[in-house]
């Protein structure tokens, strides 16, 4: 459940928070990083190399300026020489998305919607520079794309076009998962004017859609409606013909779908998918033939994740995978065999990659001193080098050491963890510890950048914190047992294992036993809340975001009931209503002794907000424990806009301070105090 999303306002907003501006400049912070610091962080986004290996192509993510826009970051685009090694901003007047590079064409291509533009449409510039033409445009927004072998095909997504109906009535209501908006595929071919694209005639909601090679087939992942849940859950491969437009075979596969990819010479298609459908994650390798549509499981005991693959030739995929808290790249042949290390586990954290015929690589990589960045491999090099610094100024921050953290549970599960000291750290010295939770469960942190608006990181280290991100049972990386751990067990041995966690530094002469706070935004927060309320003997104060509470009017209120069914509670809750309910924090409220902040974005369909309306009512009315609950307007499942994540910063280390740190135990007022402080870049 940690995934972002928007929906409709549900619930009233109950108070209104006033937030009060003070401005002053001041220098930057050099002992560690401040929330004004971590708003104005760039990072690169994607990368994409050209066929020939001499032209890479990224993204970087630029936030808006939190004192003047609460609007989300643009991605701009620079181009690198990959034989110079030399970069250059291409597009940063506007934020792009849908990059590639156009087949047989020296140019690429991308998603906007400029001024006068009625829909998203593809426009295409030069590598040459110039100025961008639009390529084409259809009736709806366009989703996305893909082109084929002949660099004049495209196969892209988009809205189904629908009549507006009339009505007499000044006012119409939202009916509730009725008359839907499907997303359909079509064919163009942008090469004749005046062409009317053909739709790929596919029931249900497309997501992606892959040329074969030889532009013969098109592989198109559908579901039967555009409800989240079957986005998850539900979607099928199917395998068209481009001329004739029907289904020529239906992949075998139930469960979460990732990645997939046809291998050069079109007899195989490699996909990165769950096992079966109870497997929380599409973090598996399978083989698919193309031709009948079955589906070979492969390195089924992998003690890792697969994030990414792609073909090198028609019988090896370079892979790119979790293990742990690390990550691995690699190669493999496609029947699983000859699985070969040629980035070990160990070094930098590669997120992303994109390969070439010439064997030029890039990737983008974080580590623990600096967010995602563009790195670059040559053919015959054995480790990437970093390209680009996209916060110079970061080099002058002091930061707080991180590392790897290794524990076993009472009854036997080695936990792995990662562990930022306090930037003036003193070894015998017990600090205040800030525990931060993902969510999912099905998800995991790697020894990489590790700070983020909702993630305290090194600003909790700059205010004097420890702070520990526990993967705990259940998290991914580790292969599918290990992920499957905490199935059927919500709140169990999996939030146990974060006690434990705690016990360990505590033992270790790193926490103050009296000073130990939690956080963490979706199922991170369930976690919150849970640890505030059943072991709130244990914790001094809490941070909850888009968290759940009941875990009986959860299942009722979220856009992925079948997703908790199938791959976390493993059964229906009506089958035990008494269990689901002990197993909600507002059941432990009683306990309650936790200064509790809870935040919620008020458009949240994943969470619904009145999950933490729940929470804030049972503690005022049954408790005098400090509770406060924030809601951000235009939010859903996390806050994407810049001002938001700011004020969330703000808020949530300001509550650990006052309740791991300060003397009184007053909530701090409602009012933020902010000095406004510039980095030049």
């Known amino acids: 459940m940690n995934r972002f999303s928007t929906g409709i306002p549900i619930r009233p907003m109950i108070f209104f928070i006033a937030i009060m501006f003070g401005f002053t400049q001041t220098g930057i912070a050099q002992n560690g990083l401040t929330p004004t610091q971590v708003s104005q962080i760039k990072s690169v986004g994607s990368v994409y190399l050209s066929p020939d290996g001499n032209t890479a192509a990224y993204t970087v993510l630029v936030p808006a300026d939190p004192f003047k826009n609460n609007a989300p970051a643009s991605a701009h685009l620079y181009l690198l020489d990959s034989q110079t090694g030399s970069t250059k901003p291409f597009i940063t007047g506007r934020s792009v998305s849908g990059v590639a590079f156009r087949p047989n064409h020296n140019s690429i291509t991308y998603l906007d919607k400029q001024d006068g533009d009625n829909t998203r449409s593809i426009y295409e510039i030069s590598l040459d520079g110039g100025e961008a033409q639009k390529l084409y445009s259809f009736k709806t927004n366009i989703i996305g794309y893909e082109w084929a072998a002949d660099g004049n095909h495209i196969v892209f997504r988009a809205a189904e076009p629908k009549e507006s109906g009339d009505s007499p009535l000044p006012y119409q209501p939202e009916i509730y998962e009725e008359n839907l908006t499907n997303t359909w595929a079509y064919i163009q071919n942008i090469a004749r004017e005046d062409h009317n694209p053909d739709r790929i005639p596919v029931a249900g909601t ?7 090679p030889d532009q013969t087939k098109i592989a198109v992942a559908a579901a039967p409606t555009p409800l989240v849940d079957d986005s998850f859950m539900a979607q099928t491969v199917y395998i068209i013909d481009h001329k004739t437009r029907e289904i020529l075979t239906e992949v075998d596969h139930t469960g979460k779908l990732g990645q997939f990819t046809w291998s050069p010479d079109g007899k195989k298609i490699a996909m990165i998918a769950a096992a079966d459908i109870n497997d929380p994650i599409a973090g598996r390798l399978k083989m698919i033939n193309p031709e009948n549509g079955s589906a070979t499981l492969l390195q089924k005991d992998f003690k890792g994740m697969f994030e990414q693959i792609e073909w090198t030739d028609d019988n090896t995929l370079h892979y790119l995978a979790s293990k742990g808290v690390w990550s691995e790249f690699g190669s493999i042949r496609s029947d699983g065999s000859r699985m070969n290390v040629i980035i070990p586990t160990g070094g930098p954290i590669l997120k992303a990659f994109a390969h070439a015929s010439n064997g030029t690589h890039v990737f983008d990589v ?84 590790l700070t983020s608006y909702s993630m305290a990181g090194q600003m909790g280290a700059a205010d004097g914190f420890a702070v520990f991100y526990p993967n705990y049972r259940g998290s991914t990386g580790r292969g599918i047992q290990f992920a499957m751990s905490s199935q059927g067990d919500l709140a169990g041995a999996e939030f146990d294992d974060i006690v434990e966690g705690v016990d360990y530094l505590i033992d270790k002469g790193i926490a103050d036993p009296s000073k130990v706070g939690v956080t963490g935004g979706s199922y991170g927060g369930y976690a919150t809340g849970w640890l505030s309320t059943k072991y709130s003997d244990r914790f001094a104060a809490g941070v909850m975001f888009v968290g759940i509470s009941n875990n009986l009017s959860k299942w009722g209120t979220s856009d992925i009931p079948e997703e908790l069914y199938h791959v976390h509670a493993r059964k229906r809750i009506w089958e035990d209503y008494q269990d689901y309910l002990e197993r909600s924090p507002i059941y432990h409220v009683d306990n309650a002794k936790t200064p509790l902040l809870i935040m919620h974005g008020k458009e949240d369909t994943r969470v619904d907000p009145g999950q933490s309306y729940e929470l804030y009512r049972h503690i005022k009315t049954r408790t005098d424990t400090p509770v406060r609950l924030v809601l951000y307007p235009g939010e859903g499942h996390g806050n994407r806009n810049a001002t938001a994540q700011y004020d969330y910063s703000l808020r949530s280390m300001r509550w650990f301070n006052q309740y791991l740190k300060g003397e009184e135990a007053t909530r701090p007022d409602s009012e933020l105090e902010i000095e406004e402080m510039r980095i030049d870049n």
């Open 206 to 212: 497309v997501y992606t859609a892959r040329w074969s």
């Open 366 to 449: 974080s580590t623990p001193t600096h967010p995602d960045e563009l790195y670059l491999m040559k053919k015959g090099q054995k480790s990437p080098k970093r390209i680009t610094n996209s916060n110079p100024w970061l080099d002058e921050v002091e930061l707080g050491k991180q590392e790897v953290i290794t524990y076993t549970t009472k009854d036997g599960f080695e936990i792995e963890g990662l562990l930022i000291y306090p930037v003036d750290y003193q070894e015998g010295t017990q600090y205040p510890l800030i525990n931060v939770i993902h969510g999912g469960p099905e998800a995991h942190y790697d020894n990489g950048w």
